[in-house]
Each structure stands twice: as structure tokens, then as C-alpha cells.
């Protein structure tokens, strides 16, 4: 034989032992999925990918029927199989040293559970523990319902619209900005309340708003609201702390070249929300309606601000490296952000500035073609339950959208803190929304600069 | 060629320069993945294998690592397939278009990966109406698979096609005269001829999916995920920074025999890697 | 080949096919021809062309869909807004520098490696070339990012990257940055395909190059040069175009402040306004297709 032979047989061995290799652990990772389904799916998992309907007419035909009586096994078996732990503490029941959860899943639409759901999420709001053990609301939730949870981060909001467009998904925690674009799309649907316990516990602030709601009709499950903060180095600020967006705005701040801006096109509303307190005269009363004069000064502001910028933040965790390894002195940041750079020893604050802010009220919709409707309404249920809700208040640093949740969080000060329920507060807080040709602070005698155009002159201004 | 001592020294000193530069970020990496602290600035804080022992057992990185050898194995097969019979094509035969055939061939490479990216993720995503039947390609392992498979056959080809045209054609005319059927000569002559080619283009087609991350992001769906992806997920956050120094300085030591026998295999055919 | 088999022992049915192949030849063009073709002519070129007209829709600017509604307004945004067109050619620049400087790098390493180096060390350094490919392509690109991080005095931990602590400079998260670090990861696209041109070309030539009187530099400039122009043409296939379309690596190694023609169509498709990203792409479509033909003219695709 010759060595070229040889050589090729060593190829062909290693190859292959490769595929074997994939194949087996495929076959593995499949068995495993499998196991995790629960076993009473069977004769109502078949949600048909064109399950979207009017709200009340939601769900698939024949769940309700079986469910009387499957549902006491629906809460076991997929505890059996998943953890073993699910089975000693169902939720609801106090059983000494385990966590109670404050939650029972819905047991009509648990019977119907499809073993899966695919979010698009905000970084901080699906943890299932891999960033902080004691924070964890998947693995509890998959316990209770059998439904694996994949996530996918969306970045900003309009990448959550360009992926809930693609169909691949069954839910989203939508911003203000993202809502009615799906909305309008029919990329969601409208809830049924009644099967969605959580909703009757959600503030009265957060419901039926603008945002979430068509002609009275909830268009989805309210996950919190919380204010786009200020973030600063403490000890590059040592002489001052900053209460004013203007250090990221004007010269001569000790932060000039290390500000940190968010990467899309809605952070053209920060630099509005900065003009609406110091240039009066342009007459901005809402930081997503512009006219064009308005439009155009918020944008020369924005040109004018690159010269201070030394990053451009799309991924919260660039934002987070940046803070911590101090190339970035200032900017504009999320709660979550600055909990985890501080964990890691990062000397810095954030604050809402005099100006007020720009913010979010975000919200779970379920996917106008969702393949995993009833998990879909199981997590739109869980993560608005008071235990739930209160961790992913706590963690992301944001106001629950519970009432309820106000009693469980580990800082009892939290709902205070976070101004919960404290509608005063949000006054001057502007939560994002889409910007329309249609002024939406109301005025009717001119045209505002829709946010197709807000992306356009992003594109040009980022160039 | 006749070269002075001095022109022999600068271009030495150029290859290891140049070596330096090629080798200087993936040391820093391989170090880092036992410093102690979790930034990136220099030099490590201190050594610990905590990060190496810890990366066995986060469930992640493995189950990214299945998936991603899981497409590349199946996307090689099919370029490998799709790759030989080109070569053949263009080898022995002249035909109308036989000169854009290469061109079409290396487009799916040439393009950028955000060109490509975006067209199949726009043609995956739609519903196509055949009249009889409709169906939508959608999404997940067989679209990456799909995705991968298009631009790892040229890798394929031009290793194939390479050997061919090394290789006298008078070989198998020897083999038709000695009264072999088309089939026997295949068996007999033409692939042992090729075999070694062949395990050298899959060996690259390999390596060019296991690593491709823009195609990926936009073809993969929702619930897959391969290694790049995860490493992407993963790399930017602060306190995983060494734990995918890890996987890199892993998946680079497990790809030197792969790299020592790519390139032995295809020893004098040009190189036809691709990405 | 030291096995041999004696002819015959086939079944009749496939002795048939044979003899049919063998006799229409045409037949077996076709077999051989129509899987790759119809593979990338079906999925590829007609993912193209979809796409290409996808920029001809408008968008529906609640929805931010695409709507059924034909307009040249996409393209007339994508080819005749000036910030956008500074954009494509500030691209062309990094792609064509990186070009450049990928071979000055690589013609000295591929000559020393063929030509000069002990025949046993040619496989261990061409192999040295080739593993770099290997690490993963977002490891390098965040490795120099690592690699380029200056000191800062307010940081968790002060010291800089490799660079600033090593020789205390660091050229930051700016565009020499790009120009660097898709230099560094395209590199070895360009070293190979010389290094095997080389490797063809035969010594005798260049013996008598040096025997008609040429000096090595006369012999380099007009013997090996114009001989390894398809090679180096490959090779420029892989960088110029690699680099063109790169969105993540300019994003990473500066902050997201320098912004490429990749960036532009991703973040345009994100934002999402599918037709106005289609009409971007037709930009690097352009591009690559006519650089792909002059090199094609250049005998590159004989030497990929």
C-alpha cells in the first residue's frame, strides 16, 4: 500500500469517527428533548401553526375538554421527568426549605403544553442562573410546565420586530417602540385575560395603555417599566457627581471621548429629551413627536456628540466591559448593566438625570403563528406571577409589573425604590414608542418625522 | 536562484515577523485562558486551570460543539458530492457555460457573507407556491445545513479539480484500452486518484463551516445553536471571557493534526481553501 | 498501485448503464452537471435574484414590512445618498489596504517558505501558515480587541492590552485598528495560494534567469512576478472580498464607531427595512462581480 493511501485511510478513519461522534450525541440530545415533553401533550399538542385568532377564540380547539382531568397528571409528569425537585414542591404548596413560587400553572392550558417555547427577550429578563445562581426563573418554570425555554437577546428593539418578522418565534418582551409595528403587522395577537391569572394582580398603570392595547383589547402581558439611566465613573467624577444629560452632550466633562451611546435609532429621543429642557424655543412637549425643525436639531446635536463618543454600544455587554475596564466614563445605560459591572467591582453610579428620561414599559406578546401557544401563555403567565416578576425586577433593576410582587423581592425597599406604584415618578419618564407621521403628543397642524426615517438618518448620522 | 546572504536574512526575518504577527494574538488568548482574573489586559494575573475544569462542565459549549460538528459533517458530505461532480464536469467534458460554471461556483465565497446571508435568509423565509404544493423552507439545522453546504463547495471543487488536472488524462484512456467499463475504471483508477484530494477539500469545507458565524446568525432560527453562535453569546460578557479562551485555545489545539494532514493531502494541488 | 482486479464479473444491468453513458456522452454531462448546477442555481442565484428584487418594494412605514407596491426609491437612497456612498467607498479602502498589505506580508513569507527554506521545514512552516485559520474567527477578532485595549486609569484594573503594556503603544479602537485586525485574520488566504504558485514554478527558470545575466531583483521583477499574477489574483479574491463584506470584526475592534458597508446592510435590515438593506447589497454585488471578472481575467480561478 502506499503511504498516500495510507494517509488517506487515517483521513477517512477520523472523519468519520467525527460524524459517529456527532450522531451519537445527537441522538442523545434528541432523547432528552423528548423525555422533557410532558406526557400528557398527546391529544392537544397538535396546535396547528395557524392557531392566531381573535383573542377569545385563542385556543386550539378541544383544550379545554381534557383538561378537567388531565391536569393533576400534567403538573407531575414533567416535574418526574425533568427534576426531581418538581415533584417535592409543586407550586402552591409549602413544602419547609423549598422556594415557593407563588404560581399554579393555568391547568387547562398546561394539559396542552408543547414541551418548548422560543423567546426573543431584553439581556436580563429569561435567566436561568448561568449569570447568578440565586437568580433563576427558567428552570423553576420548566419544572412546573415541561416547557424548555430557548432564548434568543434581542439588542434593541427593532431587532426584535426584524426577528419576531421572520415567524420563528413564539413570543417577545416588546418595548413601546417595537409594539405597535407588530401590531400593525399582525405579528401578534390579542391575550385571553382568562387564561392569564397573573393579569388581575398587574398595576392599573400598566394596563390597556397605548401601547399594549387595540380599542380596549390587551394586546399582551405587562412585564415592568424602568428609566434609561446616566451611568458615571465615580472616581473620574470624584469632584461632581453628574445629574444632567448634558455631560454627555457638551464639552468639557471628564468624560469627554469615553461616552458610551446606545446604538439605534431611538436614542434619537435622548438627544430630544435634552433639547426639550435646554432649547425651550424649538417647542419639543414629547421627545417621539418632531417636526422636521425639531428632527433636524436633535440630529445636528447627535453629529455634534460623536466627537465626545468612544463607543457605540449595541450589545449590553460591550457596554459592561467598557465600564469595567474604565475606557468608558459616562453614558447611557441600563440598571442591569451597572448591577453587573458593579458585582465586578466597577466604580460607577447611574442616576436619572434632572431632564428626566427616556424609559420603557415592556411587554410580553405571543406570536400571531405561534408553533408553542399554550407554553407561550404559560411563561406570559409565569413571568408576570408575583415570585417571578419580583426576580426579574430585582435582577434587571426595574419596577415589577405585579402588585403582589412588591412583597417577595429580597430588598423590601425595592418597589419604593423603583417607584412601582408611584405614578408621579413616571411623569417625566418617556417611554420609547414608534414615532409616526401622525404627531403623537397630538398636535395636528404639522407632520412629524416617522421613525422610518428616524433609521435613515441614524444610518447617515452613524456613517 | 541566486540570493546574497543579506537578501536570504531579511526575508527569513520577514517570515518570522511574519509568523509573529500570525501567532502573537492566539498566545495571548491561550495564556489568558489560565489567568486568574477575568479581563483581558496584561500581563495574567496569576495561572489557575479553574477555567479549564469549569468548561466541562457548563453545558453550553458542549451541546454548541455537537450541533456545530453536526452541520459541518453533514454540509462537507453534501459539498463533497456536489464539488466532485463539478469537477468532473469541467475536466473531461466542453460544454455552452462551462466558463461561468467556475464563476457560479465561486460566488457563494467571493460574495460576502452579508450578501449571502441576507438572500438566503429572505428566500428560506417565504412560503413558495408551486402550484400543486406549497412549502417554505424555514428554519433550524437543515437550513444551516443547506446554507453551509452552498458555500463549501467550491473547497470541494478546487481540490477535485486540482488533482484532475494534475493527473493524465492518459490514465484512463490506459484503463478503457485494458477493456475497463466506465465504472470499473472509476473504481479502479479515478477514485484512488482522487481519494486523497477529496479527504483534503472535506478536511477545508470542514473547518469553513465549523467556523462561520455571519451566515449562521442569519439562517440558524430559533432553538440551534452552534459553536461560533455560542462563543458570540458569550464573549463579550465579562465574566465568561475565560471560559471561551478556553474552547479557543481547545478547538485550536484539536485542529493542528487536522491542519498537518489538510495540507499533506493536498501537498502540491494549490491550495483551495476557501471560506 | 499494487492491487490490481481483473476486468469483468459485472452484473448485466449496470454493464448497461455503462455502455449507455459511454455512448451518449451527453448523458453523462448531464448527470455529472446537474446536481451542482440546479444546487446553486435553484437555492443561490434565485436567493440573489429574489433578493434583488426585494429592493424594488416599498416598505410600509407602520409595519416596517415590506408592502406589494413598486418604487426606485430604495435604490436611488442606496446610490445617490452621498453619506451612504462614503460609506461603500471607505469599505473599497480598508478592503483594497488590506489587500495590499496582505501581500507585501505574505510575498516574502511565501518565497522564503518555497524557495529558501530547508525542503523538511517547508511542511511545518506552511502548516504554521495555515493553523491560524483554524482558531475560530471570533476568538481572533476579539483577541485583538483584548490585545489593543489601552491602560486607563479608572478601570477595575489599570494596566492596558497586550500591546500597551508590551511596548506601550496601542493604535486604539480607531480605524488603523480595522485595517489590522482583517489584515491579521486574512492573512493566510494570501500566503497559500502564492506559496503554491511558487511551489510550480520550475527552479530551472529561474536558474536561467540568473544565467542570462538578470540580477535576483531583475529575475523577481520579470520572471516570478508576472508568473505568480494569477496566484496573487486568487489570493486577493479571499482578502478583498472577506473584507468588504466583514460587519462584526470593524464592530468589535472599534467600539462600533467606524462603521463598513457590512454594518450598514445589517443594521439596516435589522432596523428592519428589508428593502432598503436589499438595495445595499447590491453595492458589494457590484463590486465583487466586477473584481471577480478582472481577475478572472488575470487566470486566478485556475489558481484557487
Not at chain 1, 215 to 227: L, Y
Not at chain 3, 10 to 32: E, I, K, Q, T, W
Request: aromatic residues 10%.
Amino acid at each position: 500500500m502506499t503511504t498516500s493511501s495510507k494517509r488517506a485511510r487515517w483521513g477517512v478513519a477520523l472523519l468519520s469517527s467525527l460524524a459517529l461522534v456527532a450522531a451519537a450525541c445527537g441522538s442523545d440530545a434528541k432523547s432528552a428533548a423528548t423525555t422533557a415533553v410532558p406526557a400528557t401533550a398527546a391529544p392537544t399538542t397538535a396546535a396547528p401553526a395557524d392557531t392566531q385568532a381573535p383573542a377569545d377564540t385563542q385556543a386550539p380547539a378541544g383544550t379545554e375538554a381534557p383538561a378537567e382531568t388531565e391536569a393533576p397528571a400534567g403538573t407531575e409528569a414533567p416535574a418526574a421527568t425533568d427534576a426531581p425537585a418538581g415533584t417535592d414542591a409543586p407550586a402552591g404548596t409549602e413544602v419547609p426549605g423549598a422556594t415557593d413560587y407563588h404560581w399554579t400553572p393555568d391547568a387547562g392550558v398546561l394539559a396542552g403544553a408543547e414541551g418548548q417555547v422560543n423567546l426573543i427577550a431584553w439581556a436580563g429578563y429569561v435567566e436561568d442562573g448561568s449569570n447568578d445562581a440565586a437568580y433563576d426563573w427558567v428552570t423553576p418554570f420548566q419544572d412546573l410546565t415541561g416547557c424548555k425555554v430557548n432564548t434568543k437577546l434581542g439588542n434593541t428593539s427593532d431587532e426584535m420586530v426584524q426577528l419576531m418578522q421572520s415567524g420563528e418565534y413564539d413570543g417577545v418582551s416588546a418595548s413601546g417602540d417595537a409594539t405597535n409595528r407588530l401590531i400593525v403587522g399582525g405579528d401578534v395577537v390579542a391575550i385571553d385575560t382568562a387564561k392569564l391569572p397573573s393579569y388581575a394582580d398587574v398595576f392599573d398603570g400598566l394596563k390597556l395603555k397605548p401601547w399594549n392595547s387595540v380599542d380596549g383589547k390587551p394586546f399582551g402581558m405587562p412585564h415592568g417599566r424602568g428609566a434609561n439611566l446616566l451611568v458615571y465613573n465615580t472616581e473620574a467624577f470624584a469632584e461632581s457627581a453628574p445629574d444632567s444629560w448634558g455631560v454627555l452632550f457638551t464639552s468639557g466633562n471628564p468624560s469627554d471621548g469615553a461616552v458610551s451611546v446606545y446604538d439605534s435609532p431611538i436614542y434619537i429621543a435622548d438627544a430630544a429629551l435634552y433639547l426639550m429642557a435646554t432649547q425651550p424655543d424649538l417647542g419639543i412637549t414629547n421627545p417621539y413627536a418632531l417636526d422636521q425643525a425639531q428632527f433636524d436639531a436633535a440630529i445636528a446635536l447627535l453629529d455634534q456628540q460623536k466627537a465626545l463618543v468612544g463607543q457605540y454600544w449595541g450589545v449590553y455587554t460591550d457596554q459592561q466591559a467598557a465600564l469595567e475596564g474604565g475606557t468608558v466614563l459616562a453614558g447611557t445605560t441600563w440598571q442591569v448593566i451597572v448591577n453587573l459591572a458593579k458585582a465586578n467591582g466597577a466604580t460607577i453610579d447611574a442616576v436619572k438625570p434632572v431632564e428626566g428620561a427616556t424609559g420603557w414599559s415592556d411587554t410580553w406578546m405571543i406570536a400571531a403563528k405561534a408553533a408553542n401557544p399554550n407554553c407561550m401563555y404559560l411563561w406570559m403567565d409565569w413571568i408576570a406571577s408575583p415570585w417571578a416578576n419580583a426576580m426579574v425586577a430585582e435582577w434587571f433593576g426595574e419596577a415589577p409589573a405585579n402588585s403582589k410582587s412588591c412583597g417577595l423581592t429580597s430588598d423590601p425597599e425595592h418597589c419604593a425604590t423603583y417607584h412601582a406604584d408611584d405614578e408621579a415618578f413616571w411623569t417625566d419618564v418617556w417611554y420609547w414608542q414608534t414615532a409616526t407621521e401622525e404627531c403623537v403628543d397630538g398636535r395636528t397642524d404639522t407632520k412629524c418625522v416617522p421613525y422610518t426615517e428616524w433609521v435613515n438618518a441614524w444610518n447617515k448620522l452613524r456613517a | 536562484m541566486n540570493l546574497s546572504r543579506a537578501a536570504r536574512w531579511v526575508l527569513r526575518g520577514a517570515t518570522w515577523l511574519g509568523l509573529a504577527f500570525l501567532y502573537t494574538p492566539l498566545i495571548v488568548v491561550a495564556v489568558l485562558s489560565f489567568n486568574t482574573a477575568t479581563s483581558l489586559s496584561w500581563p495574567p494575573k496569576g495561572l489557575t486551570l479553574d477555567w479549564w475544569r469549569k468548561a466541562w462542565k457548563v453545558d453550553g459549549p458542549s451541546d454548541a460543539l455537537v450541533n456545530s460538528l453536526q452541520v459541518a459533517v453533514v454540509a462537507t458530505i453534501i459539498a463533497l458530492l456536489l464539488g466532485t461532480l463539478a469537477a468532473f464536469a469541467m475536466q473531461r467534458f466542453t460544454f455552452f457555460g462551462r466558463s461561468s460554471l467556475s464563476f457560479l461556483l465561486v460566488l457563494p465565497i467571493a460574495l460576502p457573507g452579508i450578501v449571502t446571508a441576507v438572500a438566503l435568509q429572505n428566500s428560506f423565509s417565504r412560503t413558495i407556491d408551486l402550484g400543486l404544493f406549497e412549502f417554505r423552507i424555514g428554519f433550524g439545522f437543515h437550513s444551516l445545513v443547506i446554507a453551509h453546504a452552498t458555500f463549501c463547495v467550491v473547497v470541494a471543487y478546487n481540490n477535485v479539480i486540482a488533482r484532475l488536472r494534475r493527473s493524465s488524462a492518459n490514465l484512463l484512456e490506459a484503463s478503457a484500452d485494458l477493456g475497463a467499463h466506465a465504472s470499473q475504471t472509476f473504481r479502479l483508477v479515478t477514485f484512488p486518484l482522487v481519494r486523497s484530494a477529496l479527504l483534503a477539500g472535506g478536511i477545508l469545507a470542514f473547518a469553513l463551516s465549523f467556523d462561520e458565524i455571519i451566515v449562521t446568525t442569519f439562517t440558524a432560527g430559533s432553538g440551534f445553536e452552534t459553536l461560533p453562535q455560542w462563543i458570540f453569546a458569550n464573549i463579550s460578557r465579562p465574566n465568561n471571557v475565560p471560559l471561551v479562551n478556553v474552547m479557543a485555545t481547545f478547538v485550536m489545539l484539536v485542529s493542528i493534526p487536522l491542519a498537518w494532514m489538510a495540507q499533506r493531502l493536498s501537498d502540491g494541488d494549490g491550495i483551495g481553501t476557501g471560506r | 498501485m499494487s492491487e490490481r482486479t481483473p476486468v469483468g464479473g459485472h452484473s448485466a444491468p449496470l454493464r448497461g448503464v455503462n455502455r449507455l453513458f459511454r455512448r451518449h456522452r451527453r448523458l453523462g454531462l448531464a448527470a455529472l452537471l446537474t446536481p451542482p448546477v440546479f444546487w446553486l442555481v435553484v437555492i443561490y442565484i434565485a436567493s440573489l435574484g429574489l433578493l434583488i428584487g426585494a429592493a424594488m418594494f416599498r416598505l410600509d412605514p407602520r409595519s416596517h414590512k415590506p408592502t406589494t407596491e413598486l418604487t426606485t426609491e430604495n435604490l436611488r437612497t442606496a446610490f445617490t445618498d452621498w453619506d451612504f456612498v462614503n460609506v461603500v467607498v471607505r469599505s473599497v479602502f480598508v478592503a483594497a489596504t488590506v489587500t495590499v498589505l496582505c501581500l507585501v506580508i505574505a510575498l516574502p513569507m511565501a518565497f522564503y517558505i518555497s524557495k529558501i527554506a530547508k525542503p523538511w521545514a517547508r511542511r511545518g512552516l506552511i502548516v504554521a501558515v495555515l493553523m491560524p485559520l483554524w482558531a475560530g474567527y471570533l476568538v481572533k477578532g476579539y483577541a485583538w480587541k483584548a490585545m489593543l485595549r489601552p491602560a486607563s486609569k479608572f478601570g477595575i484594573d489599570k494596566d492596558g492590552g497586550f500591546l500597551a503594556s508590551v511596548f506601550g503603544w496601542t493604535p486604539g479602537f480607531g480605524m488603523v485598528a480595522v485595517i489590522l485586525a482583517l489584515t491579521y485574520l486574512w492573512l493566510p488566504y494570501m500566503v497559500l495560494p502564492i506559496y503554491a504558485g511558487l511551489d510550480r514554478l520550475p527552479p530551472s527558470l529561474l536558474d536561467a534567469s540568473g544565467d542570462l545575466g538578470a540580477r535576483p531583483l531583475r529575475t523577481f521583477r520579470s520572471v516570478i512576478v508576472p508568473m505568480l499574477v494569477p496566484s496573487i489574483a486568487a489570493g486577493s479574491i479571499f482578502t478583498f472580498s472577506l473584507s468588504l463584506g466583514d460587519y462584526i470584526v470593524p464592530k468589535v475592534v472599534t467600539e462600533g464607531k467606524i462603521r463598513l458597508l457590512g454594518n450598514l446592510i445589517e443594521s439596516t435590515l435589522l432596523a428592519p427595512n428589508q428593502p432598503l438593506a436589499a438595495a445595499f447589497t447590491l453595492w458589494p454585488l457590484m463590486i465583487i462581480i466586477t473584481y471577480l471578472i478582472g481577475m478572472k481575467r488575470l487566470g486566478a480561478f485556475e489558481s484557487l
